[in-house]
């Protein structure tokens, strides 16, 4: 029997698709999990203390502690419309490497220690590399079996056997902030303006091994998605990281023949999704001539990232996903001034379609269990079409 875990006129899946369609559906679909739009094991806890909910399936955490499998029970308590499908762990080379000083080493070889709640990068292992250097180096290996093993049969239980809406998960942190982690990003910002030859192939041996990550995520989820998660994180609180020339030069390129994989690996028919942090309105022409249909994470107080001025400049091309206020109101107001924030930025986002609500960013450990319970509650309730 199919799970039909909402109340309305549609389907969870048809609602989802409607809404990346930029048609409006019976209300605004509700996310939880996406690449820049899940939660941390503390507030995760915290959630799942408030809710009552003990015991379940295990939970792993990416690098930087951010809930990789979220408890059905609390997507089911939150009204989360969509589940995601991602890779698992490597086996030729382990995903974690111990160093042997509190640090370890991911499967690209960047190394992280704990400093305070977080995991902060202490190790650019291509700081120093030169060109030869970047053939030798041990690549993540997109043709270890393990990385999909179950995942088609899962992705095939989840569509024939629910109504969710499915999205497939990002295969990395992105093309060019993983040439940044590798060479460390003083110094890959340096090497594309100084040393072109150098940040090219770096690029080129990034995206190659993206791409071959991709196309094995998409060869076991592929037909199932509606979505397909990308990421990279392009701009700062003020302005992008680089100029649109730049990104037009030596990234958009990469991010193209990304989204013109997944299109061909799902049979043009999932949608392609970047999470970009801060301000990259200058950039966004360039990013959606690369093929990106579903920008996350709408970051509100970064720099020409409103709702509205998003909404009226780039509605017709982009569908949005995200947009709270979790610099301010979600971690620091009241669950009164949460639910308000979260019917401002619907009433911003959601009118003809196009607007998928979730977290403007993982929903972090200083967010309050009742904040969390509100801006989802409000979500369902007000996000009801027509738009009040």
């Not at 640090?103 to 292992?125: C, F, H, L, M, T």
Request: neutral net charge.
């Amino acid at each position: 029997m199919k799970a039909k875990a909402s109340v309305g006129s549609l389907s969870r899946r048809e609602r989802f698709i409607k809404t990346l369609n930029h048609q409006e559906p019976d209300r605004v679909p509700i996310d939880l999990g996406s690449a820049g739009g899940g939660i941390t094991d503390v507030a995760y806890n915290g959630v799942r203390e408030y809710l009552g909910i003990k015991g379940g399936e295990g939970t792993t955490y990416t690098t930087t502690l951010v809930v990789s499998n979220i408890d059905e029970r609390v997507l089911q308590a939150l009204n989360v419309d969509i589940r995601h499908l991602g890779l698992r762990g490597p086996k030729r080379r382990p995903g974690r490497v111990e160093q042997g000083d509190g640090s370890w080493a991911d499967e690209w070889g960047i190394v992280y220690r704990k400093a305070g709640y977080y995991n902060q990068i202490v190790g650019n292992p291509l700081r120093n590399a030169t060109l030869a250097d970047l053939v030798r180096y041990p690549w993540p290996d997109a043709s270890d079996p393990a990385i999909v093993e179950g995942l088609a049969q899962q992705a095939r239980n989840l569509y024939e056997g629910t109504e969710f809406g499915l999205s497939a998960k990002s295969v990395s942190g992105g093309i060019f902030q993983t040439c940044c982690r590798l060479r460390s990003m003083e110094q890959f910002l340096m090497d594309m303006l100084l040393d072109k030859p150098f940040a090219k192939e770096l690029l080129a041996r990034v995206e190659e091994t993206v791409l071959s990550l991709t196309d094995a995520l998409l060869s076991a989820v592929g037909p199932y998605v509606q979505m397909v998660e990308t990421q990279d994180d392009l701009g700062t609180q003020r302005a992008p990281l680089i100029s649109p020339a730049l990104y037009q030069e030596l990234i958009q390129p990469c991010h193209a023949r990304l989204s013109a994989l997944i299109k061909k690996k799902t049979g043009g028919k999932a949608k392609v999704f970047l999470h970009s942090d801060g301000s990259i309105f200058d950039l966004l022409p360039q990013v959606i001539q690369a093929g990106i249909e579903v920008l996350n994470p709408l970051q509100p107080h970064a720099a020409k990232m409103e709702a509205e001025r998003l909404k009226t400049a780039f509605g017709q091309k982009l569908v949005f996903h995200g947009g709270l206020d979790q610099q301010r109101t979600i971690p620091f107001g009241t669950a009164a001034e949460a639910e308000a924030n979260v019917r401002h930025v619907i009433r911003a986002l959601a009118p003809g379609g196009g607007y998928i609500f979730s977290p403007c960013h993982n929903l972090q450990p200083d967010v309050p269990p009742e904040n969390i319970i509100a801006i989802y509650r409000t979500a369902a309730q007000f996000g009801v079409y027509p738009i009040a």
